[in-house]
């Protein structure tokens, strides 16, 4: 009975996960668009869900919430099922979709045949991917449970390092005023009058051009006469030398219109963030800004030391700091009851923000890079590299927990090598931190830049 009770409890979750991920595919995604592929929002919205059951069951482990056999239970359903998911289902239908957009292939039993060549070609990419590393120990079978979480983990935490070693770097430099670029009105004045006389001289080029092309269609039209025959062919020549002048030039003033454009358009965006900046809540984005880059450097200096020292932290941030409260400052209280407090409090901010992370992130991806015909792919790849994501999240959680809640993720993942992902993070981390750094710093030297805003 308590366990059909915990099973109601764990499905009605899920749901409620699978709606949050329908909602946000409806509302955010596919927003612009009106045409909806069925199947792909719920292969979408399933890996949404089956992603944040995984750190529900964190969650509850913490809390001691269910029976711990169901609890196991559900960690294992909700491992193999998303899975299944990562490495058959969705790197299949996502061929099918690619190849069933295709011209060239008319019949639907070619597309599949052809989707599932190109599985084949995937798993073989997928599984030589553990070959490099040592993330397996010689006893595992070849269809054993880590075999496959090892692969995803060495992708999910590459994709884990890169975005958090950007963001960490862009953060304070998105929002601390020190980057800001000066903007004023004239600036933005002088831009859209430069942007009007280019358009003006556009408009001029192209009236030229039209009356030069009527001018061409009349000489060819009309039947000259033995004398003037010469004269019209020279007339004609010359005037079709001027249209492709015309032409030429009306392209690079197009060209240049489009520049013009991008440029009014951050100025616009800057001097927004000026007025934005002066708020109260900009200036508490601000303040953040300056802790995100003690964070940055903070976190830079740590990584540098693990990757030297080939060191990888044994305790976790919770039980470190009970650790100095009791024996530095001879503080005594419930080290038990604070600790699962304490840890249930990390844990789920570090649940939403990656969760809220990766969905800004994946969102602002998609409206990159989507279009009419591809967009039902990318949200495909979207979702596999979220399930991945989160995978890896829940992988490398089991370091900020204490030790007693730790055996659960340890046990349901498997016996994986998991100081080489702490490893791994670091050294992408750093990669990926020094060259954001890098890239800001060359597009900040750039930008032309009269003098630093001062609040």
């Known amino acids: 009975m308590a366990f059909?009770?915990?099973?109601?409890?764990?499905?009605?979750?899920?749901?409620?996960?699978?709606?949050?991920?329908?909602?946000?595919?409806?509302?955010?995604?596919?927003?612009?668009?009106?045409?909806?592929?069925?199947?792909?929002?719920?292969?979408?919205?399933?890996?949404?869900?089956?992603?944040?059951?995984?750190?529900?069951?964190?969650?509850?482990?913490?809390?001691?919430?269910?029976?711990?056999n169901s609890r196991f239970f559900h960690w294992k359903l909700d491992l193999y099922s998303i899975l299944v998911l990562l490495i058959v289902v969705l790197p299949w239908y996502i061929g099918y979709l690619c190849f069933n957009n295709l011209r060239m292939v008319q019949k639907r039993h070619v597309a599949v045949a052809m989707s599932v060549a190109s599985w084949l070609i995937f798993m073989y990419f997928f599984w030589k991917i553990g070959d490099p590393f040592p993330i397996l120990s010689p006893k595992h079978g070849i269809l054993s449970i880590e075999q496959a979480i090892s692969r995803i983990g060495v992708v999910g935490v590459t994709i884990m390092a890169v975005l958090s070693g950007f963001g960490a770097v862009n953060c304070p430099?998105?929002?601390?005023?020190?980057?800001?670029?000066?903007?004023?009105?004239?600036?933005?004045?002088?831009?859209?009058?430069?942007?009007?006389?280019?358009?003006?001289?556009?408009?001029?080029?192209?009236?030229?051009?039209?009356?030069?092309?009527?001018?061409?269609?009349?000489?060819?039209?009309?039947?000259?006469?033995?004398?003037?025959?010469?004269?019209?062919?020279?007339?004609?020549?010359?005037?079709?030398?001027?249209?492709?002048?015309?032409?030429?030039?009306?392209?690079?003033?197009?060209?240049?219109?489009?520049?013009?454009?991008?440029?009014?358009?951050?100025?616009?965006?800057?001097?927004?963030?000026?007025?934005?900046?002066?708020?109260?809540?900009?200036?508490?984005?601000?303040?953040?800004?300056?802790?995100?880059?003690?964070?940055?450097?903070?976190?830079?200096?740590?990584?540098?030391?693990?990757?030297?020292?080939?060191?990888v932290g044994k305790t976790d941030p919770i039980s470190k700091g009970v650790e100095i409260l009791v024996y530095w400052f001879g503080i005594e209280f419930d080290v038990k009851f604070w600790s699962q407090q304490v840890s249930f409090i990390l844990v789920g901010i570090i649940i939403v923000t990656s969760i809220r992370g990766l969905l800004i992130k994946l969102t602002k991806f998609f409206y990159t890079m989507s279009s009419s015909k591809s967009s039902n792919v990318i949200v495909l790849c979207l979702a596999q590299i979220m399930g991945m994501y989160f995978i890896s999240c829940v992988l490398l959680?089991?370091?900020?927990?204490?030790?007693?809640?730790?055996l659960i993720i340890t046990e349901v993942l498997g016996d994986l090598q998991f100081n080489f992902?702490?490893?791994?993070?670091?050294?992408?981390?750093?990669?990926?931190?020094?060259?954001?750094?890098?890239?800001?710093?060359?597009?900040?030297?750039?930008?032309?830049?009269?003098?630093?805003?001062?609040?």
């Open 173 to 311: 430099y998105t929002y601390m005023t020190y980057f800001m670029r000066y903007v004023s009105d004239a600036d933005i004045d002088s831009h859209e009058r430069k942007l009007t006389q280019v358009m003006d001289m556009i408009i001029t080029k192209k009236k030229r051009l039209a009356l030069a092309r009527r001018d061409m269609l009349q000489r060819a039209s009309s039947s000259p006469s033995r004398k003037s025959s010469l004269w019209n062919m020279f007339s004609s020549s010359n005037s079709s030398s001027n249209v492709g002048q015309l032409q030429q030039e009306i392209s690079g003033y197009e060209e240049l219109s489009r520049q013009l454009f991008l440029e009014l358009v951050d100025l616009h965006n800057t001097k927004e963030r000026m007025d934005y900046s002066k708020t109260l809540k900009g200036k508490y984005f601000n303040l953040m800004g300056y802790v995100f880059s003690l964070y940055c450097m903070w976190k830079i200096f740590i990584c540098t030391v693990n990757i030297i020292f080939d060191r």
């Open 397 to 406: 959680m089991r370091m900020n927990v204490p030790p007693q809640y730790r």
């Open 4 to 68: 059909i009770l915990d099973s109601f409890v764990m499905f009605s979750t899920m749901i409620m996960f699978f709606l949050g991920g329908w909602i946000f595919f409806m509302r955010q995604l596919f927003k612009n668009y009106e045409v909806h592929h069925g199947i792909v929002q719920t292969l979408f919205s399933v890996t949404f869900a089956l992603s944040c059951t995984l750190f529900e069951l964190i969650i509850f482990e913490i809390l001691g919430v269910l029976n711990s």
């Open 421 to 455: 992902y702490h490893r791994w993070f670091d050294v992408i981390f750093l990669i990926s931190a020094l060259s954001s750094i890098g890239f800001l710093y060359l597009a900040h030297k750039q930008a032309p830049e009269k003098h630093t805003l001062t609040t």
